[in-house]
């Protein structure tokens, strides 16, 4: 870890129980999308509604590596992404559209992750999008919309046609551009972005072996839509997020501070 990542003052005992919980929990996430190799230097984000607040979000101090950010280091923003409160990090406003557009029009997207992953961006590029040939993409594309690239998301003209795309479903694929995902807890949305970059990996590397690929059957897909519909939110990340934070501490635990 550097002395950046360290040195930051703990806000443990400035902020509620509830805002530090969400922000280890944020802090938990960037780190894990660091380890699975799925960040893009300093250039895409991970938000969280302020617990008791609509128009508060907390976002990753700009420029700051992923593996560096600490829950301390978070900075408080509204949906314009100014800062709310003092931090000596800046944040990066134009890179905020994409979140503020589905944390405003999304009640239950507590928690917004944006990645440009290269399997991602791959599948982003295909014009048919994610194919039904693996377990995993099955559940994926049981809640999935697309959306159309226009050009780096700088313009807010393009919110409302970015909430109708992704709609009420749990994933996105941003054409040309990359993936989102959205839940109520960062487990949820972590749990929904491994399964959607482990599709479009399984997509790639299938692709590359040169042969003939096997679709999942249609009745099959629907029947995976059926199932996932009936599942419990809770379930969805609650039963792998406590082992994944015990892998993050056996290896560096200072995302808590």
Same mark, same amino acid.
């Given at each position: 870890?550097?002395? /950046?990542?360290?040195?930051?003052?703990?806000?443990?005992?400035?902020?509620?129980?509830?805002?530090?919980?969400?922000?280890?929990?944020?802090?938990?996430?960037?780190?894990?999308?660091?380890?699975?190799?799925?960040?893009?230097?300093?250039?895409?984000?991970?938000?969280?509604?302020?617990?008791?607040?609509?128009?508060? @979000?907390?976002?990753?101090?700009?420029?700051? @590596?992923?593996?560096?950010? /600490?829950?301390?280091?978070?900075?408080?923003?509204?949906?314009?992404?100014?800062?709310?409160?003092?931090?000596?990090?800046?944040?990066?406003?134009?890179? @905020?559209?994409?979140?503020?557009?589905?944390?405003?029009?999304?009640?239950?997207?507590?928690?917004?992750?944006?990645?440009?992953?290269?399997?991602?961006?791959?599948?982003?590029?295909?014009?048919?999008?994610?194919?039904?040939?693996?377990?995993?993409?099955?559940?994926?594309?049981?809640?999935?919309?697309?959306?159309?690239?226009?050009?780096?998301?700088?313009?807010?003209?393009?919110?409302?046609?970015?909430?109708?795309?992704?709609?009420?479903?749990?994933?996105?694929?941003?054409?040309?551009?990359?993936?989102? /995902?959205?839940?109520?807890?960062?487990?949820?949305?972590?749990?929904?972005?491994?399964?959607?970059?482990?599709?479009?990996?399984?997509?790639?590397?299938?692709?590359?072996?040169?042969?003939?690929?096997?679709?999942?059957?249609?009745?099959?897909?629907?029947?995976?839509?059926?199932?996932?519909?009936?599942?419990?939110?809770? /379930?969805?990340?609650?039963?792998?997020?406590?082992?994944?934070?015990?892998?993050?501490?056996?290896?560096?635990?200072?995302?808590?501070?």
């Amino acid at each position: 870890m550097t002395a /950046t990542a360290l040195d930051i003052p703990s806000l443990r005992n400035a902020v509620s129980h509830d805002e530090w919980a969400v922000r280890v929990d944020l802090a938990a996430c960037y780190r894990l999308v660091a380890r699975y190799g799925w960040e893009d230097l300093v250039f895409t984000h991970i938000t969280a509604r302020v617990p008791g607040t609509e128009n508060q @979000f907390l976002i990753n101090p700009y420029g700051m @590596f992923f593996d560096e950010i /600490t829950a301390s280091s978070l900075v408080k923003i509204d949906l314009q992404g100014n800062k709310v409160e003092e931090s000596s990090f800046p944040v990066n406003p134009a890179g @905020f559209i994409i979140h503020s557009a589905i944390h405003e029009a999304r009640h239950d997207a507590k928690y917004v992750l944006h990645t440009h992953s290269l399997n991602g961006v791959a599948v982003s590029t295909q014009r048919a999008g994610l194919l039904p040939i693996s377990q995993h993409s099955i559940f994926v594309l049981a809640s999935l919309g697309y959306h159309d690239f226009e050009g780096p998301a700088l313009n807010d003209e393009e919110k409302p046609r970015l909430v109708a795309d992704l709609g009420d479903n749990t994933h996105l694929i941003l054409r040309n551009h990359g993936l989102l /995902t959205v839940g109520e807890t960062a487990a949820e949305a972590f749990l929904a972005m491994y399964y959607l970059e482990a599709s479009c990996a399984i997509q790639v590397r299938g692709q590359s072996g040169g042969g003939e690929l096997i679709p999942v059957a249609k009745d099959i897909v629907e029947t995976a839509y059926s199932q996932y519909q009936s599942w419990p939110r809770s /379930t969805r990340g609650d039963l792998v997020w406590p082992g994944l934070l015990r892998r993050l501490d056996r290896v560096d635990s200072s995302y808590r501070n």
